[in-house]
Structure formats: structure tokens, C-alpha cells
């Protein structure tokens, strides 16, 4: 399968990442383990998760997706052939949160027990901390780097002139820099990235590990109205795409998935591949079934009158 590089970092992906944090919330026990292997069974081998999955479910305090992930690494054997992302800065607590030094390294070594390994291949600043300098930031990072605990960096949520602060600072302080991005981007949220992250990505090299793929399961088709919606625990995030812009891109997605024989969320995770600078999305599973469907993207080649039928349904 084919593989690409996160950046410049030397870590190469295939083109879609396991998005972890289902794991401890909607996949438990040794289903964990079943999509996991049936992942790196099936050609890929980045699994992309943070301290804090999954802390929103009662009863649970964070870390729940690094400790299955952690259990499935220490009894596969496979810790060479996974890269494991991870993130660090959202809010576990009132005094473990955010990007301070002290805070990076020792929220580091939490990860790396949970993990059951030594070292995390891309450890990402989950959310920006305006409070904290940049430099003090990338100088945890660099530490992380230089003791062999972390291979490269990455941001999430983070706007881009902080993004350009933080290279910036890198090039003029000698430490770490950040590798790739993780920002909201679907064929429904195009405009910000597009119109905003795009130029500046693509020119500086950065990879990008794209989230919410799949608009949170609106561009699979299955919310066609506000009684699809009905008792379902998205609903309150999916009820904005159901616009007349919305049900364009269903109406493409359905138009090309047809030519292809083919579902419109594969659909939907095969244009964000093919987009230019687009280095793999994050998508998630909670069954075989549904694992080996979203895989089918990864060899799904659009033609050029495909990407532009979508492109044109889904125009901001």
C-alpha cells in the first residue's frame, strides 16, 4: 500500500489512520484488539489517540484509549509496525491541562505508561495554550525528542499564526518543529481549511491527518432529515449539515458512489485522499464490517470528473 511521509519526519502512513477514540468507549474488551489487528492485517499502521479519550464517558478519567491501545501493543508484538500519534494539553483536570513544560513531560511519561512502550511516534499539542510561550512548548518537545521518547511532533486546533509562531521559533531556536496538522476538514467543512491552512500547509511542508472525515457520520448518508436524527447521540452535531448545501453533496456522493459500486462514505474518504496536501484522514470503526467498507477507500482511485462532481456539489 502505498505510504507518506508525515511532514518531514521520516514517518510514513498509509493514507487513512485509525481514529482511537472509540477505544474504552464504544469499542470495549477484546473487540479493541479485533479492529486494531484487522487494521495493520489490512495494509495500514497509524493509530491516532490522546490522553483525554475518553473522559466525556461517565465513569471513565482519560487515558481509557491509551490503556487498550497499551494492552494490545504489549501482547501483539506489533509495536514496530504501528505508529501510535497521541496528544497532549486538554484539559484532565484543573492542574493537568495544557502546553507548559513541566506539564508536556510529565503528561508524556503517563502516555508512555498507558501506551506500554518507550517511545510515541507523533506526540501532538492537542489544543493551543495561549498562556505558554511557544519556545517553552517546543523545548519540552525537543527534550521528549533527545531522550528517545518522542520521534516527531504535531498540532492540533491550533490557528495558523500560531502555527507560523511555532516554526518560526523552531528555525530561529534550534528546537523541534512541528510535522504535521490535525484540522476539521470534509468535504461539508471546506472553507477554513481551503481558504486558510491550505496555502501555508502546502508550502511548508506540513502533513496533514485530517479529522471529523466523515462530518460526523453525516456524509455516510444515513442522516437524510431531522427524523433520521431522532433519539440518535449525534444529532446534535450532525443537525447543522442539514442544509440544501448538505443534501447536494449527499445527492453527488450517491451519484459517484453508484458509478464506483460503492458507499458514499468511501466516497467521501477517497476525495480527502486524493486532495493535494491531504496526507491521511482519521476515521473510526466500531465493527469489522464497518472497518473493512471505510478501508475500501485507501485503493479507490476518483477520476478527475468524479473529484469535480463533488467539488462542485459542495462549492462554499
Do not use: C
Not at 461539508?188 to 500547509?201: C, K
Not at 455516510?220 to 447536494?248: C, H, I, Q, W
Amino acid at each position: 500500500m502505498e505510504k507518506r511521509e508525515l511532514g518531514k519526519s521520516g514517518l510514513k502512513t498509509a493514507p487513512l489512520v485509525f481514529g482511537g477514540n472509540v477505544f474504552g468507549w464504544t469499542v470495549k474488551g477484546n473487540d479493541n484488539a479485533v479492529l486494531l489487528d484487522a487494521f495493520l492485517d489490512a495494509g495500514f499502521n497509524t493509530v491516532d489517540t490522546a490522553d483525554v479519550y475518553s473522559a466525556w464517558v461517565p465513569g471513565n478519567k482519560g487515558g481509557d484509549s491509551e490503556t487498550e491501545i497499551g494492552k494490545w501493543l504489549k501482547q501483539g508484538g506489533k509495536r514496530d509496525k504501528v505508529i501510535i500519534a497521541t496528544k497532549v494539553g486538554a484539559e484532565l483536570g484543573p492542574d493537568k491541562k495544557g502546553l507548559k513544560k513541566d506539564y508536556i513531560i510529565k503528561a508524556a511519561e503517563d502516555s508512555l505508561s498507558r501506551l506500554q512502550t518507550d517511545y510515541i511516534d507523533l506526540y501532538q499539542s492537542h489544543y493551543d495554550d495561549a498562556a505558554t510561550p511557544v519556545e517553552e512548548t517546543l523545548s519540552a518537545y525537543d527534550q521528549l525528542i533527545k531522550d528517545g521518547k518522542v520521534r516527531a511532533i504535531g498540532a492540533s486546533n491550533f490557528s495558523v499564526e500560531r502555527l507560523h509562531e511555532s516554526l518560526k521559533a523552531s528555525r530561529e531556536k534550534g528546537l523541534a518543529a512541528y510535522q504535521t496538522l490535525q484540522p476539521e476538514y470534509n468535504l461539508f467543512d471546506r472553507q477554513q481549511y481551503e481558504t486558510v491552512f491550505e496555502p501555508f500547509i502546502r508550502e511548508q511542508n506540513i502533513g496533514v491527518i485530517s479529522y471529523f472525515s466523515l462530518a460526523s457520520g453525516f456524509l455516510s448518508g444515513k442522516y437524510r432529515s431531522l427524523d433520521d436524527l431522532e433519539g440518535r447521540s449525534r444529532a446534535g452535531l450532525v443537525k447543522k449539515y442539514l442544509t440544501e448545501r448538505g443534501f447536494n453533496i449527499l445527492k453527488a456522493l450517491d451519484e459517484v458512489a453508484a458509478q464506483y459500486n460503492s458507499k458514499p462514505a468511501v466516497i467521501a474518504l477517497a476525495w480527502l485522499i486524493a486532495r493535494p496536501g491531504i496526507t491521511a484522514p482519521i476515521v473510526s470503526a466500531t465493527s469489522l464490517a464497518q472497518l473493512h467498507e471505510l478501508t475500501q477507500a485507501a485503493s479507490l482511485q476518483l477520476s478527475t470528473e468524479a473529484i469535480e462532481t463533488l467539488n462542485t456539489a459542495s462549492a462554499y
